[in-house]
């Protein structure tokens, strides 16, 4: 496998670290292939794609946690996992930090939303107290067997009490210890440069980029500049993936085959030289009963 810079490396140089969102094994491993060094494991994406159904707080520990595991045995992707709420009070988060750092996570991302929470830029969210974050985030930091784990501590305040309500939050997530801060759906890049100033010198910054959501859509340069350390583009598989099947099966349905659409697909050999399949034979074929028998068995 590949080995990658750890995500705490990653943050500190000057650029800004791209994470595209994944929700399985087959995208980490496209992910890898095209370059990247870590994937944000999205729980939106999960409930698209898992159940057909919107990030509305329907997806549970146990399942993010054996995604994350098929995600990490297949490759080296350095993975920041979308932990929700923590899946239920300061004790929940313990035992989900726990699992998800056992299962390969370089970062896990934990949210001040009530439950059930629901995708960051839809409205009608509920939040905890700060003080009953705060304890999450401590608990967090207590359950990791590593600080090369990282705890990203995300408010989800500006569209619930306003901005300045949201960054005095952030200023308390910071002082528990939080390694990393998100201050998710900052409408205006005014409001992102502010996030960037106050904190900036002090904690990396986490930017959520959501094609049509509430924060203005940037760059990684642009990003960079403002004063962010990484980008996730937590949606845009799905989202990419979504508008191909729709095309496909518009296509197989009026032709009745997929001869007009095998230029936009991978044919079988294509498939199988991306997943490795003869190294894999091979690999197997080492193992043959036929290797170790004695001569005189």
């Known amino acids: 496998m590949t080995l990658h810079p750890t995500l705490k490396d990653q943050l500190s140089g000057k650029d800004v670290a791209v994470a595209p969102g994944v929700f399985d094994a087959l995208g980490a491993v496209l992910a890898e292939q095209a370059g990247f060094h870590a994937a944000y494991l999205s729980g939106a994406s999960i409930a698209y794609t898992r159940f057909g159904r919107p990030d509305i707080g329907l997806v549970g520990m146990s399942e993010v946690a054996e995604t994350l595991s098929v995600i990490t045995e297949r490759n080296s992707l350095r993975i920041v996992v979308d932990a929700d709420t923590g899946f239920g009070n300061a004790l929940n988060v313990m035992r989900t930090v726990r699992l998800f750092e056992s299962a390969g996570a370089a970062g896990i ?173 091979a690999l197997g074929a080492g193992y043959d009963a036929k290797n170790f028998e004695d001569s005189n068995d």
């Open 109 to 281: 991302q934990l949210e001040d939303q009530t439950l059930p929470k629901r995708c960051g830029h839809l409205a009608g969210k509920t939040l905890v107290s700060t003080g009953e974050m705060v304890g999450k985030i401590k608990a967090a930091l207590d359950a990791r067997r590593s600080e090369t784990t990282l705890i990203i501590a995300r408010t989800d305040g500006i569209a619930v009490e306003g901005f300045e309500a949201a960054l005095e939050r952030a200023e308390r997530y910071a002082e528990a210890g939080a390694d990393m801060l998100f201050v998710e759906a900052p409408q205006t890049e005014a409001q992102m440069r502010q996030i960037a100033e106050r904190f900036g010198n002090r904690v990396p910054l986490m930017a959520n980029m959501v094609e049509g959501g509430k924060t203005p859509q940037k760059n990684a340069g642009e990003l960079a500049e403002i004063g962010f350390s990484l980008a996730i583009f937590p949606g845009g598989m799905v989202r990419a993936i979504a508008k191909t099947m729709q095309a496909y099966l518009s296509s197989l349905k009026a032709h009745g085959t997929n001869t007009p659409f095998t230029g936009q697909m991978l044919d079988f050999d294509g498939l199988n030289a991306l997943l490795g399949t003869n190294d894999m034979l």
